[in-house]
Nanobody, 125 residues
Framework: QVQLVESGGGFVQAGGSLRLSCGAS????????MGWFRQAPGQEREFVAR???????YYADSVRDRFTISRDNAKNTVYLQMNNLKSEDTAVYYC???????????????????WGQGTQVTVSS
């Protein structure tokens, strides 16, 4: 069973950038599809980005062209580079892992059994 730990959150002004990291342990990282989700106060957890075992990526419309998900299997780490941040990006960001048959198209939180504890991202306008 994989364990996930996020880092890299913080406070940034609108238009700025942050890079989130998620380290994995306890499993064979390269076999998992990885996702980033976020949850703002009073809102449901929502999909942000996904990267397949193959490296194929998919993004929510709200972050496409601003965020980039990547993975380094040698370091058991998945990243989320966030550029041109907006106030509406403020949320707790979670990474998640799932084992799924290729091609993996999972975007719902319930499809990911393994989660990190989350890291806060706050964007001031």
């Amino acid at each position: 069973q994989v364990q996930l730990v996020e880092s890299g959150g913080g406070f940034v002004q609108a238009g700025g950038s942050l890079r989130l990291s998620c380290g994995a342990s306890g499993g064979t990282f390269s076999t998992y599809a990885m996702g980033w989700f976020r949850q703002a106060p009073g809102q449901e957890r929502e999909f942000v980005a996904r990267i397949r075992r193959s490296g194929g990526t998919y993004y929510a419309d709200s972050v496409r062209d601003r965020f980039t998900i990547s993975r380094d299997n040698a370091k058991n780490t998945v990243y989320l580079q966030m550029n041109n941040l907006k106030s509406e990006d403020t949320a707790v960001y979670y990474c998640a892992a799932t084992l799924c048959t290729a091609p993996c198209t999972r975007t719902y939180p319930g499809e990911y059994p393994y989660w990190g504890q989350g890291t806060q991202v706050t964007v001031s306008s």
